[in-house]
Every structure is written in structure tokens, then in C-alpha cells.
């Protein structure tokens, strides 16, 4: 969390287009570059007993 605001991202999948093009949403919604996903899986981290922490809430302005 930055200034009490969870940090988030949109995954939009887009058919048609690769990576580095850049895709038009229209109106307020702007633009976004088509960026490349992680090939890499977790499953082997949670399988472990790995955790993922909680997010800090320490770092208020």
C-alpha cells in the first residue's frame, strides 16, 4: 500500500496484437502497451509452504 491506496494492475488480454504494439481503448480509458507475461509459475514456491506476506502497512506519508 502507497499513501492508503492498494497498488493494482488490469490484465487485458488482446487478440491480435504482440508485444511492444500499443492499443487504443477509447474515450477516458487512453491507451496501454502490450507487454510480455511471466512464463514462470509459482507452484513450486506454494508447494513448499511458501507464503506470500500481507501488504505493509507501515509505509504511510
Known amino acids: 500500500m502507497?499513501?492508503?491506496k492498494t497498488t493494482a494492475v488490469r490484465i487485458i488480454p488482446v487478440i491480435g496484437k504482440t508485444v511492444g504494439?500499443?492499443?487504443e481503448f477509447?474515450?477516458?480509458l487512453g491507451y496501454a502497451p502490450?507487454?510480455?507475461v511471466?512464463?514462470?509459475s509459482c507452484e513450486k514456491f506454494v508447494n513448499r509452504g511458501g507464503r506470500i506476506p500481507a501488504p505493509i502497512h507501515?509505509?504511510?506519508n
Do not use: A, D
Open 38 to 40: 511471466n512464463q514462470y
Open 26 to 28: 477509447g474515450g477516458l
Open 58 to 60: 507501515s509505509f504511510k
Open 2 to 4: 502507497i499513501n492508503q
Open 34 to 36: 502490450v507487454m510480455p
Open 21 to 23: 504494439e500499443t492499443v
